[in-house]
């Protein structure tokens, strides 16, 4: 018995049918449950196009981002200072900062080479205010694309100045809207070992530092040096916010910095013992402090003595000290972030800072020690 064109019909029918109702199949059992809202992100060309870098801003980021290679290769002595807010939260108080840190890094270009902190992403432990960036508002509306608007505003900003900026690469799809502007970046302590990072490090144009482990180990931050020197291919998103395959060269100006852990790492036997691990990978023997975060015990007077015995260290020949890091504001210490109380002014909102008035002669204690190792 032969099927008649009416049942042939009807199968093709019943087919289609099955067929449609598989691409339209209700997946939200198990789809994004647990996902209460997606809006749009603004693509990073856009935000490119709308707030271009100038050629002046250019120059500045290339020369500088060329200078911090030229120390980490051994070509020119000064000190990179990495100096500023702990983050950011407040656009005019980091200018005012900006105003201030300028004529300052004029007057020690000799012997420092003076970049912004300018953070605008915060790692936490468990929750609370995720940076500028994710919450510009402080207000928990979460307003991504103006933050990133804004953020790219301030360090247009701050680099028209004739000041070159730093920041930590966090998140891994905002350096795609604000890294043309970064002359040094870094990777925290708590993202060192992941391999994301890394991958995105490898493909960066900027030096980048790597933080130690929360612990205070040091392998991890050499083997991420080792990790970003390579070549990589990952996915990741485009100017153009469309996803992609990057196939990177590697980044040969990663460099450790010494953050502390169960203890301080910033004396002179934790400078060895991290040169001696980075001797064993085969990479250069120079490390970054960071006077701040566990080397101070998160006592933010304490960076001063942290500052005080890498000085020490530099005038007493130390050469693979190459860096440091230091948070500062206009005013020290910090202050809560509570709904319905207003900010003081230039004051730290995360970690507590020096202020300005202690961050001057920090500096030029610090230059001083550059002049003394060039004598010795």
Known sequence: MTDTPADLTAVAHTAVAQAAAAATQDTTRIDDTRIAAVRALVSPAVLLEELPVTPA????????????SAVLQGRDDRLVVVVGPCSIHDHSQAMHYAQL?????????????????????????????????????????????????????????????GLPAGSEFLDLLSPQYISDLIAWGAIGARTTESQSHRQLASGMSCPVGFKNGTDGGVQVAADAIVSAAAAH?????TKMGVAAIFETRGNTDGHVILRGGKAPNYDAAHVEACCAALRKAGQREQVMVDCSHANSAKQHRRQIEVAADVAAQMAGGERRIIGVMVESHLHEGRQDLLAGRALTPGVSITDACIGWHDTVPLLRALAQAVQQRRGR
Do not use: C, H
């Open 57 to 68: 801003i250019e120059l500045l980021v290339e020369t500088t981002r060329q200078s911090i």
């Open 101 to 161: 840190l300028k004529p300052l890094a004029d007057e020690l270009v000799g012997e420092l080479i003076v970049v912004m902190r300018v953070y605008f992403e915060k790692p936490r432990t468990t929750v609370g205010w995720k940076g500028f960036i994710n919450d510009p508002r402080l207000d928990g509306s979460f307003r991504i694309n103006e933050g990133l608007r804004l953020a790219r505003q301030l360090l247009l900003q701050i680099n028209a100045l």
């Open 233 to 237: 291919s990952f996915m990741g998103m």
